[in-house]
Structure formats: structure tokens, C-alpha cells
């Protein structure tokens, strides 16, 4: 077979993907499925070892992330309904104090979007920015733009959010070393957006918040009426609401730092030690998340019976079950491009090409984003094409590779992206240009951002 064959018919694999998604009514994990089977037809596989290698990348993938998704989820739902994240973000307002709401609603999204889905947290805390925005007399847009800006950024690089395992499960990356290095690389992004969210109240003033109704109070008495209005407000204290969030991050890089101490001299030989190997089990992401979720049960919600506690995991689930699907079907298309040696020969074209081969999955992502925009199947997508690629490219960080996968799928969202109406509509903004200026500039500016971070790891690592 001509070696040219596969990488065209990667080309018509990838081609009909994106057409299959944008212009008729298959959902994109039958696209995904039958993008591999058009990979694996024109790699050299037959018809049963294409079925195979699906089946097997299907199973592999989600062997390695399904569980950590479900039960991320599962603890996500109970963080939703119990309040937790409105009490994380009341804390935030009260240490940051008046005139820094902005920033107290973009820490409080750069929190709570890593284990809730960024829709979900968008509208349980709106009505929050808004009210503050009133009683503030500040511009809405600010507020509200610097919310869903650290809810965006977390959502699309943290994990356990569903997009980044999936890319990490395909990569087949430290799942502790890559949340470590994603929050670290999502300060910037989320700082980025929050001073072009400061911006936007110069830009646009005429959405300064003012109750002609009432009189004048200074910013002090309007800020400290607020905090007392929230005070006997039925919620769980600060503590115990950031706790299922912080339990297995820690567990998890825990983990990741004692594998790097059993490298050095002192600690060498000692991994079979009861403290290392207590680290090894409760690091393991499927039991730091388990930890987190029966944290979250008895201490979020403990007067919930056993059936509201069941209906609420299983509510939560529901949602669980798309992505879960998507994850496989491109952790398929990868092991078909794997198997079928489409890969090999990609990789040797591209180290011979003037660019780091890192930005292979940034591409792809957003592209891939910016054609039909949703960032999960942005990021999955990019994996699975790119990982089996650049895998074979020797010297590559395939952390930053992954991590740029993530980073890609924030380019500009705009119509075709859920939050961009979320966002727009709530505040009724109509017009298209404004629309834009509102969103889609701000994750792209997040989207810049976080390439330069990229590159700069890859160049440190």
C-alpha cells in the first residue's frame, strides 16, 4: 500500500467526522465510529480487525478514566444541591471585600468548575453575580464575564472534569501530575479574563448597575448589608464545602510526589514501605474521588435519606453517560490510527517539519472547537488523532501534548457554544457584534494565554 494512502484517508476519515456532526442529525459518537472505521479501512485493517481495535481502544480508554468521570460527576451533583458552591463564593466576597467582586466570582468559578459541569454552575451562581452587581452599583458585564471565565478555563484543563480525563486517559498521562500542572497553567488564563472582564464596564457602562428607586449608599454600607443578608443564609460552612474538592486533589498529588521521592537517594527502596503504599492506594484517582463523594454525602447533606442521596448521585449520572460514550468512541479512533500505522507515518513528516510537535493537538483543537464548539469533543477529538502520532516521535512531553489538547478547545466560543447564549442571554445582549466582544474574545484571550503557558513547559521540561 502506497504510504501515502492511510494519511488520505485519515484526511476523508477526519472530513467526514466534522461533516457528519455539523450537517445531518448523527450524533457525533456514531461520527466518531464511523471516522474510525474509514481510518482503519484506508490504514490497511481489514473489516473484523478494525471491529476489534474499536472495541479493544473503546474498552482500554474507559477502563482507564470511566469510573474517575462517573464518580466526579457523583460528587459534583452533591456540591450543586447542597449550596456548596454559593458558599465558597460568599467566602470569597467577604475576604476580598467591596469593589473586588470580580474577582472574588472569578476564584469562586476557578473552584467550583472543576467538579461541576460549567452550565450547571453558571446557573446556580448568575442570580449571585447579579444581586451583587445591584447592590454594588457595578457593571454586570464585569461580574458576570469574570464568573464564567474561571468557570470556563477550570472546566476545560482541570481534571477530574470529564473533557481533560478523557485526554488524559488517551494519552495515557499522570492524571496527579496533570491536574497539578493544569490549575497551575489556568491562573493566568482566568487573571486574563477577569481584567478584559474589568475592561468591558469602561467599554460598555450604560450596564452599570443603578436602583433609582433607592438612595445613595456608599460601596462600604451596600457591601457589609449584603454580607449580613447572606449570613443566616442556610448553607454549609466554607470548610466543609470546599473540602470534597480539596480531598482528592490532595490525595492524588500526594501520590505524585512521593513517586518522585522514591527517585531520589534518600527514599530509594523504600516503595514497598506501609506509608508509601497507603500514599500508592488512596492516590489512585477511582479511590481519591470515592473518598470525596462519601465526604460529600455524610457531610454536604446528612439529613438526606438514603433515597434522596441515591436519586441525586443517579440524577447526576445521567449526564455521565454521553460523555463517557464520546470519550471511547475517540480513544477508538485512536487505536485504530495506532494500529493501522497511520500514526508512524505521520510522525516521521512532522519531526521533519519546522514546529514543535506539541502544537499537533492545539491545532486540532481548535479547529475542531471553532467548527462545531464543543470543547469536550474538541479536546477528544485532537487526542485521539494526534496521540497515536506524536507518541511515536521520540523526546516528546506527552503531558504538554496533552495539555494542549485542553488548552486548544477554548478558542473562541461563539454560536455554537452553549455558554456563549447562556452568558449572552441572561444578561439580553442581542446584538451579534456585542454578543462576541461579551465572550468569544475573552476565551480566546484565555486560549492565547494558555498556549504561551504550553510552550513554555514544554521548553522547561
Not at 467591596?98 to 468559578?109: C, F, N, Q, V
Not at 497553567?185 to 486574563?192: K, Q, R, S
Not at 519531526?351 to 510537535?357: K, M
Amino acid at each position: 500500500m502506497a504510504f501515502y494512502i492511510p494519511v488520505i484517508g485519515l484526511g476523508i476519515a477526519v472530513f467526514t467526522l466534522i461533516f457528519l456532526v455539523l450537517r445531518t442529525r448523527i450524533h457525533v459518537l456514531l461520527a466518531m465510529l464511523i471516522a474510525a472505521i474509514i481510518a482503519g479501512g484506508t490504514g490497511g485493517l481489514s473489516i473484523a480487525n478494525t471491529v476489534e481495535v474499536i472495541s479493544k481502544g473503546f474498552g482500554s480508554t474507559l477502563g482507564n478514566i470511566g469510573i474517575v468521570i462517573g464518580l466526579g460527576i457523583m460528587m459534583g451533583r452533591i456540591l450543586e444541591i447542597s449550596g456548596a458552591s454559593e458558599r465558597i463564593s460568599y467566602s470569597f466576597i467577604k475576604w476580598l471585600g467591596k469593589k473586588r467582586e470580580e474577582w472574588a466570582l472569578a476564584i469562586t468559578g476557578y473552584i467550583v468548575s472543576i467538579p461541576i459541569f460549567v452550565d450547571s454552575a453558571f446557573v446556580i451562581l448568575y442570580p449571585l453575580a447579579k444581586a451583587l452587581a445591584k447592590k454594588g452599583k457595578r457593571n454586570v458585564l464585569t461580574l458576570v464575564v469574570a464568573l464564567a471565565g474561571g468557570l470556563v478555563v477550570t472546566h476545560h484543563v482541570v481534571p477530574p472534569t470529564p473533557g481533560p480525563l478523557g485526554v488524559a486517559g488517551i494519552f495515557d498521562v499522570d492524571i496527579g501530575e496533570m491536574m497539578l500542572l493544569s490549575m497551575i497553567l489556568a491562573v493566568p488564563c482566568v487573571i486574563g479574563i477577569t481584567l478584559y472582564a474589568k475592561w468591558l464596564a469602561i467599554k460598555y457602562p450604560e450596564y452599570q448597575f443603578i436602583d433609582k428607586h433607592n438612595e445613595p449608599e456608599n460601596s462600604k454600607q451596600i457591601h457589609q448589608s449584603y454580607m449580613e443578608e447572606k449570613a443566616n443564609y442556610p448553607l454549609p460552612s466554607l470548610f466543609l464545602s470546599i473540602l470534597p474538592i480539596i480531598v482528592p486533589i490532595i490525595l492524588i498529588l500526594i501520590k505524585a510526589i512521593s513517586r518522585f521521592l522514591l527517585e531520589t537517594e534518600t527514599f530509594i527502596g523504600q516503595e514497598n514501605h506501609i506509608i508509601f503504599h497507603c500514599i500508592d492506594f488512596f492516590g489512585v484517582p477511582i479511590i481519591a474521588l470515592s473518598v470525596s463523594v462519601l465526604i460529600a454525602v455524610y457531610t454536604l447533606i446528612p439529613k438526606a435519606t438514603k433515597q434522596e442521596v441515591i436519586e441525586h448521585l443517579e440524577s447526576g449520572l445521567q449526564t455521565a453517560g454521553i460523555i463517557l460514550l464520546v470519550t471511547g468512541a475517540g480513544g477508538a479512533l485512536g487505536a485504530v490510527l495506532h494500529e493501522s500505522g497511520t500514526g508512524t507515518i505521520l510522525a516521521k513528516y512532522i519531526a521533519s517539519l519546522p514546529i514543535t510537535p506539541i502544537l499537533i493537538p492545539f491545532i486540532i483543537s481548535t479547529l475542531v472547537r471553532l467548527i462545531q464548539g464543543s470543547g469536550t469533543v474538541a479536546m477528544v477529538t485532537a487526542a485521539s488523532i494526534s496521540a497515536p502520532i506524536i507518541n511515536q516521535i521520540p523526546d516528546i512531553n506527552m503531558l504538554a501534548a496533552a495539555l494542549a489538547a485542553t488548552m486548544g478547545s477554548l478558542f473562541f466560543g461563539y454560536f455554537n457554544d452553549s455558554l456563549f447564549w447562556m452568558v449572552n442571554r441572561m444578561m439580553g445582549i442581542k446584538d451579534v457584534k456585542q454578543q462576541m466582544i461579551v465572550w468569544s474574545i475573552p476565551t480566546t484571550i484565555a486560549w492565547g494565554i494558555g498556549l504561551c503557558g504550553v510552550l513554555l513547559l514544554n521548553l522547561v521540561m
